[in-house]
Structures are given as structure tokens and as C-alpha cells.
Nanobody, 123 residues
């Protein structure tokens, strides 16, 4: 089992940047694939990005390609989501997910979820 805690959300103006972090417990973090999803008010949770256990494979939603970057530091048990050129439509609660199989392809999520962090982009 792994516990996930997201941080780094906040209020930012359109065009600005934020970096989200997801800290994971457990000694096997380096074996987990990790991902980010988001959920806007009144909408379903949607895929944002995933990264494989060693960082060798990443996938992004079309809506964030070229603006968001997912990365991980296995020594710190942390996965990051660097978000640039933010838009009001990026406003959502952002969730971290983990999968012990090591690979998450586009749209896939794992069995473990964090509590989420709110990102609000003002126009």
C-alpha cells in the first residue's frame, strides 16, 4: 500500500506557472508508475499525464501537451507536475495516482489516489 499527498496548488493568473508535488510513502515508490488526473466542478475526472517507474515513458493529454511536464525523483519518493502557460480551463482539483505495475499508458490510472490539490487559474 502507498499513501499519496499532493501539494503546490493555489491561485494563479492566466499565463502563470505552478509546480505540483505528490509525495509517496513506502519503500517501493521507485517501482510504481505515477500519474496526474484532474477534476473540474461538474465534470468527470480526466487524465493529465503519466510517467513510468523509471521516467522513461511519459504520456500527456492533448490539452496539456507542450505546457505541462511530469517528472519524478525516486530518491525523494516524489512526482512532480510542472504547469506553464496556465489557462482558466486548467482550473480543477489535481489528483495523484500510483500503480504498482510500473507502467501507466495514456488515460490509465492506478489503484491508489491522493486527496487532491486545488488549482485555480484566473482570467
Amino acid at each position: 500500500q502507498v499513501q499519496l499527498v499532493e501539494s503546490g496548488g493555489g491561485l494563479v493568473q492566466a499565463g502563470g506557472s505552478l509546480r505540483l508535488s505528490c509525495a509517496a510513502s513506502g519503500r517501493t515508490f521507485s517501482m510504481y508508475a505515477m500519474g496526474w488526473f484532474r477534476q473540474a466542478p461538474g465534470k468527470e475526472r480526466e487524465f493529465v499525464a503519466t510517467i513510468s517507474w523509471n521516467g522513461g515513458s511519459t504520456y500527456y493529454a492533448d490539452s496539456v501537451k507542450g505546457r505541462f511536464t511530469i517528472s519524478r525523483d525516486n530518491a525523494k519518493n516524489t512526482v512532480y507536475l510542472e504547469m506553464n502557460t496556465l489557462k482558466p480551463e486548467d482550473t480543477a482539483v489535481y489528483y495523484c495516482t500510483a500503480d504498482p505495475d510500473g507502467i501507466l499508458t495514456e488515460g490509465e490510472s492506478g489503484p491508489y489516489w491522493g486527496q487532491g490539490t486545488q488549482v485555480t487559474v484566473s482570467s
